[in-house]
């Protein structure tokens, strides 16, 4: 494969169709993975109960949510039903940038409206193949709530305490949640690699979406190579991008938890009121909108270099 043609072909498509970038701009809304990790922390100790609390941790949580309790799950609504959205406006962006490279590589000519109908057009699939290949991260991620929600309001019940039983036995599952973590990772890596291609087969070969997933696993195997040379290139441009980013997005990220930040350092006792949520909302979602325009840029033109390389994949193994 000729890299060099291949970089400089994916940005004369991309510049010279700048309409790419609005699509670049609504695939990359919030995408990204958020890392998390829980230390449960079970001190020894010669009672039967023992609190992981502050003495008045319990009582300041219990007495904001009796307050706030009702806005709160109403703002965990919305944002979830925005998640929602955002998702699928994304997958259909993701197809629309396919398919548009697709036709303009072919001599066609595609505009915005007619790249982004054809990606919903084809929204459902998307959708099936997104949810198909991720399930095992699916499943993890709602055992992991649920134990977790079920271990904060349990102690929160009993105020504050958990006995030496329950201690052990969530600090058991944390354990067993860890290791299952870890074995996922290898898988995640794997579907990172494979689902660019899996979409690729649904959209450009008008497969289904689990022989979609097999002929990506195929085009990857087959050029095992030439996909890691790629990976290689993207992950030093997706650094470049990232300084870009933080230059942006560090100085919004300051004014919207600067002042906790500072109560923190300072030792002072950070309280929580309305007008602190809304403050991290608003500045989580203008975060949001910043790094999602300066990453359209490298979406777009990053989608645009996978879907020539597919098709030059595709050509040889023909």
Request: charged content about 10%; glycine content about 14%; some cysteine.
């Amino acid at each position: 494969m000729d890299y060099g043609q291949l970089f400089r072909r994916s940005w004369d498509i991309v510049w010279q169709n700048k309409y790419l970038f609005i699509l670049g701009f609504l695939a990359a809304l919030g995408a990204g993975g958020v890392g998390s990790g829980t230390n449960y922390n079970f001190p020894s100790s010669s009672t039967s109960t023992t609190s992981p609390f502050p003495p008045d941790f319990v009582e300041e949580v219990t007495g904001f949510w009796g307050q706030y309790g009702g806005l709160i799950l109403g703002l965990i609504c919305f944002f979830f039903i925005l998640g929602i959205v955002f998702w699928l406006i994304r997958l259909a962006a993701q197809g629309g940038l396919i398919e548009a490279v697709d036709r303009i590589d072919a001599g066609e000519k595609m505009s915005f409206g007619t790249a982004f109908s054809a990606g919903t057009a084809r929204l459902g699939g998307l959708v099936g193949l997104n949810l198909l290949i991720n399930v095992p991260f699916i499943i993890f991620g709602l055992i992991f709530s649920v134990v977790g929600g079920a271990f904060f309001v349990t102690t929160l019940r009993q105020g504050g305490e958990i006995s030496e039983v329950m201690g052990g036995t969530y600090a058991l599952l944390a354990v067993c949640g860890g290791l299952i973590a870890c074995l996922l990772v290898p898988v995640g890596l794997l579907i990172q690699v494979v689902y660019p291609f899996a979409q690729r087969g649904l959209l450009l070969q008008n497969l289904g979406v689990v022989d979609s997933i097999r002929h990506g696993w195929r085009v990857v195997r087959d050029n095992v190579g030439d996909v890691i040379l790629l990976i290689i290139a993207f992950l030093v441009i997706g650094f470049l991008f990232g300084l870009i980013t933080a230059v942006f997005t560090i100085p919004l990220a300051f004014l919207a938890a600067g002042p906790f930040i500072l109560d923190a350092i300072q030792g002072n006792q950070i309280s929580f009121g309305m007008t602190e949520i809304a403050t991290l909302a608003f500045g989580g979602i203008c975060l949001g909108l910043v790094g999602a325009a300066v990453n359209s840029v490298l979406t777009a033109y990053r989608s645009a270099t996978v879907t020539l390389a597919y098709q030059h994949f595709v050509e040889k193994q023909a």
